[in-house]
């Protein structure tokens, strides 16, 4: 693990934030160092607003779309929201299509299936659309690369508006409208917006042609929230806004299919990482392991009792996924020490019997172990389909690029991807992605870092500190939850090794005198040896509340010590 300290920021914006809204220096830095450097940035921060929302005609193409969708309205056409499997294509499927529902009939679903159809816009979507005198086809969280797709639907006079925030290629599709503020010649103000939540800026066009104000719009962020936690985009700028609300329509008043996910806990307030790790896996294995229109049917129920029936599938589903991928990562693992890769710069595996609907998750499993960038790849039709997943620095996309020549298809983001290519391609495809990455992959970015906010004495760690931590969230990308470093602290004689087989470590610490507080280090048990007869280390940790017994402390939540 590499310790890196961040940069501290300017001595000048730290006193001026002091001064202005009455805070101590590391609250002051901790805001400096997510570029806030006013009250009014602050304010916009810690109180997020619906008025922060961007004008959604803002982006290009909005007016079109909201145009065509007005004309198939007034027309009777029969408009098909068309999404991916995963959870920001269902969560987006499930918003656009309840959101026109509540206004107008005719309206359907489509979902590709992931293992007859692939990812993205497909020929067989198109024939269904054409033999059901479907004439709009709305793509949600896919689309932008579909040229050849999009010109097959307008021979059969089937017209597409596209919303998408994968990045664009060289051409884009012809489609009566193209949503993505990634385009280059698209002058929206923010471009890290999720497919659900282009999705939602649509919605909230098409809302101001029906009258409705942003306030009618609150139910739906329950999916949006989702869909930005799941699909790791910045939590900053508008998806901050979104996800804020978000969160408090799950906590507050959560659709059935929410409330039946749920059910089961015994959590009083969801964070977004309850929503990454509790509800979108069971959203995602639906679409991983049978068909994503059984999320949309989750995501749209309005009954609860049939809510918890769904909810019940799908956890059986999500039950098979867990031992699935396990098995596979296992496979995968082995397959690499077989072929003695173990000290190469990137992983690279195949297996025609792996399941399409976890490649995705093995692939970040294998960099626990091999922290590379990490390809998965499996049998699909004729052809091999791959997920990929980099380590942090590292653009995989871009890698993929220099070797699109093996490659038939791919598309995603800096950090993860997708791609078909046949299956003679698959050994050149290999070697020339280990040269691209050994050519061009900083060496230190192969070692997990460990990047630290700022160094803190243990005797600041105080409820009143923890409560103003609490209003930075929601934590994810872009606004991380910030990582402490406290140096020369000593356990007080109470370190243990615990956990069914101790490969958990818990120790009480102090520094300096300081009032003891207690560290839980999840799978550090091996690093015992160093807090041991009082020896002082380093430790660097997030902070966090324990409940027990009806009585809540503070204690830390250990990430590495040396």
Same mark, same amino acid.
């Given at each position: 693990m590499r310790w890196t300290l961040q940069a501290k920021p300017s001595t000048?914006?730290? /006193?001026?934030?002091?001064?202005?809204?009455? !805070?101590?220096?590391?609250?002051?830095?901790?805001?400096?160092?997510?570029?806030?450097?006013? +009250?009014?940035?602050?304010?916009q921060f810690f109180r997020p607003a619906l008025d922060d929302l961007h004008d959604p005609f803002l982006m290009k193409d909005m007016q079109k779309a909201v145009d065509r969708i007005q004309t198939a309205i007034s027309n009777n056409e029969t408009i098909m929201i068309y999404g991916d499997y995963d959870v920001d294509g269902?969560?987006?499927?499930a918003l656009v299509s309840s959101f026109l529902l509540s206004i107008y009939p005719n309206v359907t679903t489509y979902i590709p299936d992931r293992y007859d159809e692939g990812y993205g816009i497909s020929y067989k979507g198109i024939d269904y659309a054409d033999d059901n005198g479907i004439s709009l086809i709305i793509a949600? *969280?896919?689309g932008i690369k579909a040229i050849e797709k999009v010109a097959y639907a307008k021979?059969?006079? !089937?017209? %597409?508006i596209i919303c998408d925030h994968h990045r664009p290629g060289n051409q884009i599709p012809n489609a009566v409208a193209v949503l993505d503020p990634k385009q280059e010649d698209c002058n929206y103000p923010y471009d890290e917006l999720c497919g659900c939540g282009v999705g939602f800026k649509l919605i909230q066009a098409l809302s101001v042609l029906f009258g409705q104000t942003i306030d009618d719009l609150i139910p739906y962020l329950d999916l949006v929230a989702t869909a930005i936690g799941a699909d790791i985009v910045p939590i900053t700028g508008e998806n901050r806004v979104l996800a804020y609300f978000g969160l408090q329509v799950i906590n507050t008043q959560p659709r059935a299919g929410f409330e039946a996910i749920i059910k089961q806990l015994k959590k009083p307030i969801l964070t977004i990482t309850d929503v990454v790790f509790i509800i979108?896996?069971?959203?995602?294995?639906?679409?991983?392991?049978k068909h994503g229109l059984h999320a949309v049917e989750l995501l749209t129920e309005t009954d609860? /009792?049939?809510?918890?029936? %769904?909810?019940s599938q799908i956890e059986a589903f999500n039950t098979d996924r867990r031992s699935l991928d396990k098995e596979i990562t296992s496979e995968a693992l082995l397959q690499i020490e077989e072929n003695d890769e173990q000290d190469r710069l990137t992983t690279v595996v195949y297996n025609e019997n792996w399941h399409k609907g976890v490649i995705g998750i093995v692939a970040s499993r294998l960099t626990e172990t091999y922290y590379r960038p990490t390809l998965v790849f499996t049998k699909s039709g004729d052809k091999l389909a791959a997920s990929a997943r980099s380590v942090k620095g590292f653009d995989v996309y871009n890698a993929l690029q220099e070797c699109s020549e093996h490659i038939e298809q791919f598309g995603g983001h800096k950090y993860a991807a997708g791609l078909t290519l046949l299956p003679e391609q698959y050994e050149a495809f290999k070697n020339k992605f280990e040269e691209v990455v050994a050519n061009t992959i900083d060496r230190k970015l192969l070692t997990p870092e460990l990047s630290i906010i700022q160094e803190l004495k243990l005797e600041h760690i105080t409820p009143k500190f923890y409560r103003i931590l609490k209003q930075f969230s929601p934590f994810g990308?872009? /606004?991380?939850?910030?990582? %402490?470093?406290?140096?020369?602290?000593? *356990?007080?004689? +109470?370190?243990?090794?615990?956990?069914?087989?101790?490969?958990?470590?818990?120790?009480?610490?102090?520094?300096?005198?300081?009032?003891?507080?207690?560290? !839980?280090? %999840?799978?550090?048990?091996?690093?015992?040896?160093?807090?041991?007869?009082?020896?002082?280390?380093?430790?660097? +940790?997030? !902070? *966090?509340e /324990?409940?027990?017994?009806?009585?809540?402390?503070?204690?830390?939540?250990?990430? *590495?010590?040396r």
């Amino acid at each position: 693990m590499r310790w890196t300290l961040q940069a501290k920021p300017s001595t000048t914006t730290v /006193n001026h934030l002091k001064k202005v809204l009455g !805070i101590n220096s590391t609250v002051a830095s901790l805001l400096a160092q997510r570029g806030i450097e006013t +009250y009014e940035e602050a304010k916009q921060f810690f109180r997020p607003a619906l008025d922060d929302l961007h004008d959604p005609f803002l982006m290009k193409d909005m007016q079109k779309a909201v145009d065509r969708i007005q004309t198939a309205i007034s027309n009777n056409e029969t408009i098909m929201i068309y999404g991916d499997y995963d959870v920001d294509g269902t969560t987006a499927v499930a918003l656009v299509s309840s959101f026109l529902l509540s206004i107008y009939p005719n309206v359907t679903t489509y979902i590709p299936d992931r293992y007859d159809e692939g990812y993205g816009i497909s020929y067989k979507g198109i024939d269904y659309a054409d033999d059901n005198g479907i004439s709009l086809i709305i793509a949600l *969280d896919c689309g932008i690369k579909a040229i050849e797709k999009v010109a097959y639907a307008k021979e059969k006079r !089937i017209d %597409f508006i596209i919303c998408d925030h994968h990045r664009p290629g060289n051409q884009i599709p012809n489609a009566v409208a193209v949503l993505d503020p990634k385009q280059e010649d698209c002058n929206y103000p923010y471009d890290e917006l999720c497919g659900c939540g282009v999705g939602f800026k649509l919605i909230q066009a098409l809302s101001v042609l029906f009258g409705q104000t942003i306030d009618d719009l609150i139910p739906y962020l329950d999916l949006v929230a989702t869909a930005i936690g799941a699909d790791i985009v910045p939590i900053t700028g508008e998806n901050r806004v979104l996800a804020y609300f978000g969160l408090q329509v799950i906590n507050t008043q959560p659709r059935a299919g929410f409330e039946a996910i749920i059910k089961q806990l015994k959590k009083p307030i969801l964070t977004i990482t309850d929503v990454v790790f509790i509800i979108a896996p069971r959203i995602n294995a639906a679409g991983r392991m049978k068909h994503g229109l059984h999320a949309v049917e989750l995501l749209t129920e309005t009954d609860l /009792n049939i809510a918890i029936e %769904f909810a019940s599938q799908i956890e059986a589903f999500n039950t098979d996924r867990r031992s699935l991928d396990k098995e596979i990562t296992s496979e995968a693992l082995l397959q690499i020490e077989e072929n003695d890769e173990q000290d190469r710069l990137t992983t690279v595996v195949y297996n025609e019997n792996w399941h399409k609907g976890v490649i995705g998750i093995v692939a970040s499993r294998l960099t626990e172990t091999y922290y590379r960038p990490t390809l998965v790849f499996t049998k699909s039709g004729d052809k091999l389909a791959a997920s990929a997943r980099s380590v942090k620095g590292f653009d995989v996309y871009n890698a993929l690029q220099e070797c699109s020549e093996h490659i038939e298809q791919f598309g995603g983001h800096k950090y993860a991807a997708g791609l078909t290519l046949l299956p003679e391609q698959y050994e050149a495809f290999k070697n020339k992605f280990e040269e691209v990455v050994a050519n061009t992959i900083d060496r230190k970015l192969l070692t997990p870092e460990l990047s630290i906010i700022q160094e803190l004495k243990l005797e600041h760690i105080t409820p009143k500190f923890y409560r103003i931590l609490k209003q930075f969230s929601p934590f994810g990308p872009g /606004n991380m939850t910030p990582v %402490f470093m406290s140096q020369q602290v000593q *356990d007080t004689g +109470y370190g243990k090794c615990v956990g069914t087989d101790e490969s958990h470590l818990r120790t009480t610490m102090s520094q300096d005198q300081s009032e003891p507080i207690v560290g !839980i280090g %999840f799978g550090l048990g091996h690093k015992k040896d160093l807090i041991t007869e009082r020896k002082p280390f380093d430790v660097a +940790y997030t !902070i *966090d509340e /324990n409940e027990w017994n009806g009585s809540v402390s503070l204690q830390l939540k250990i990430k *590495d010590i040396r």
